[in-house]
């Protein structure tokens, strides 16, 4: 017996060290990434201005972008993306919805940056990227998709768009690509599966779309939404679509789908 006391006990101490490095690495490696962002920020950030010109079409009456989710003090903060895209040509954009914590560059090169970081290196965080089918200057609807990490990171923000009282306080996108600024208004939130069947409608197949496929579009979102946000989309609509894992379903995605109008 005592024996077998001490085999337990020699056990119970491996199993909590293990537990506790495992603890202390996922912290470590959530200060790292953080860090990372908050540096990738600085470098990128531009001086402020309060009257957007050049880009596709002006932002009016902007919104504040804050810095590490800072309320912020009324002035957007354009990003240098020709400064990003010298360091990594992978650099296609920078997203931000203001009061909020999602404020990152956007990558393009197929599911590379799932988990790499802006420098190429291995991170479960990876940063947010533009579906490889997707193009800048001619989707109809730009998918960009990132982690929902369990320290709150990333894009586990959208996540709080199932409540519509975080869509009243946080009705905006601004997607800034080398183009200029445009801001996008939040029309739909949807809880959707991850993967489907060959022929069985998905929202990320929703790249470039059709007459046809924009009402099948507009019926299946109007199933699968989570709320009635009360904006129409209209075919001709330029969109942008947020995407990041949710767990109320197996293999589960909430999507919060934004109208360039």
Same mark, same amino acid.
């Given at each position: 017996?005592?024996?077998?006391?001490? =085999? /337990?006990?020699?056990?119970?101490? &491996?199993?909590?060290?293990?537990?506790? #490095?495992?603890?202390?690495?996922?912290? !470590?490696?959530?200060?790292v990434q953080e860090a990372k962002i908050i540096e990738l920020r600085k470098l990128a950030a531009r001086e402020p201005v309060t009257d957007m010109k050049g880009g596709l079409e002006p932002v009016t009456e902007p919104s504040a972008s804050p810095q590490s989710g800072e309320?912020?003090?009324?002035?957007? =903060? /354009?990003?240098?993306?020709?400064? &990003?895209?010298?360091?990594?040509?992978? #650099?296609?954009?920078?997203?931000?919805? !203001?009061?909020?914590?999602i404020d990152f560059p956007v990558m393009q090169n197929g599911e590379f940056y799932l988990n790499h970081d802006f420098d190429g290196n291995y991170t479960d965080y990876g940063l947010p990227f533009l579906d490889g089918r997707c193009s800048l200057d001619t989707s109809d609807n730009l998918i960009i998709y990132s982690h929902h990490m369990n320290d709150g990171s990333m894009f586990s923000g959208l996540l709080?768009?199932?409540?519509?009282?975080?869509?009243?306080?946080?009705?905006?996108?601004?997607?800034?690509?080398?183009n200029g600024a445009e801001t996008y208004q939040v029309a739909e939130v949807v809880r959707a599966a991850g993967s489907y069947g060959p022929g069985e409608w998905s929202l990320f197949d929703q790249i470039n779309i059709s007459a046809g496929a924009f009402n099948t579009l507009v019926e299946n979102l109007s199933e699968r939404r989570l709320y009635d946000t009360g904006r129409e989309l209209v075919?001709?609509?330029?969109?942008?679509?947020?995407?990041?894992?949710?767990?109320?379903?197996?293999?589960?995605?909430?999507?919060?789908?934004?109208?360039n109008d």
């Open positions: 017996m005592k024996k077998l006391a001490v =085999v /337990l006990a020699v056990v119970l101490i &491996l199993g909590s060290t293990v537990a506790a #490095c495992w603890l202390v690495n996922v912290w !470590h490696e959530s200060d309320e912020g003090s009324g002035e957007f =903060v /354009l990003h240098d993306l020709a400064l &990003l895209k010298e360091k990594n040509p992978d #650099c296609v954009g920078w997203v931000s919805i !203001h009061g909020t914590d709080n768009y199932a409540d519509e009282g975080y869509l009243a306080a946080h009705p905006e996108i601004i997607l800034e690509t080398e075919f001709g609509d330029r969109l942008l679509t947020l995407v990041t894992c949710e767990y109320s379903q197996n293999n589960g995605r909430l999507a919060v789908i934004a109208v």
